[in-house]
C-alpha cells in the first residue's frame, strides 16, 4: 500500500526558526533533527515541485541518520498540525494510570497500622495489613504498596 506524500512549504520566519534551532544554542536532538528533516523536506519540495517521493525519502533519511518512517511522520505532522507539534512533543493530559493510593487510603492505612495488631501477632506484617485491608477496608492493595505508603510517613 502506497504511503499519502504530503507537502512541506516552509515560511520564512519557520526557516529562520529552524536554521536557528539547528546552528544557535542548545536544543536536544530530537528537535535538531526533525528541524533537519523539515528543512530538507522543504529544499527537496521546492526543487522538484511536487511532493517528496519515498526516493527522496530515502535519501533525507540516510542525511539525517534516521528512518525513512521519521521522515514520513515529521512531513505527516508539520502538514496536520504545524511546526509546533513537530518540534516539540505533545503533553499528556492526564497521567497513565491513575493513582491507586489517595490520600484517604493512606490515612486508613496508616491508622490501621497503628491500631493494636490481632490476637496471635506480635507486630503489624505486610502481609497482614494486606489482608486487613482487604477485609476491613475493602481496599484492594498488594504488600509492596502497603510498604511505599508506610514508607513515606516512618
Known amino acids: 500500500m502506497r ?6 512549504h516552509l515560511t520564512a ?4 526558526r529552524l536554521k536557528d534551532i539547528i546552528s544557535k544554542g542548545v536544543h536536544p ?8 528533516i523539515l528543512l530538507l523536506l522543504n529544499e527537496q519540495d521546492d526543487n522538484e515541485g511536487k511532493a517528496v517521493k519515498a526516493a527522496g525519502q530515502r535519501e533525507i ?37 491513575p493513582a491507586k493510593v489517595t490520600g484517604e487510603i493512606e490515612a486508613k492505612i ?11 501477632y506480635s507486630r503489624w506484617t505486610l502481609r497482614l495489613l494486606e489482608e486487613k485491608s482487604k477485609v476491613e477496608l ?12 508506610l514508607k513515606k510517613h516512618p
Open 13 to 16: 520566519e519557520e526557516t529562520k
Open 3 to 8: 504511503r499519502k506524500t504530503y507537502r512541506v
Open 61 to 97: 533519511a540516510e542525511r539525517c541518520r534516521c528512518t525513512t518512517d521519521l521522515v514520513y511522520t515529521v512531513g505527516k505532522q508539520y502538514v496536520k498540525a504545524g511546526i509546533e507539534r513537530v518540534l516539540n512533543r505533545k503533553k499528556r493530559e492526564t497521567p497513565p494510570v
Open 138 to 149: 475493602g481496599i484492594e492493595l498488594s504488600d509492596t504498596t502497603i510498604r511505599s505508603v
Open 29 to 36: 536532538a530530537r528537535q535538531v533533527t526533525r528541524a533537519h
Open 110 to 120: 496508616i491508622a490501621l497500622s497503628c491500631r493494636k495488631p490481632p490476637a496471635g
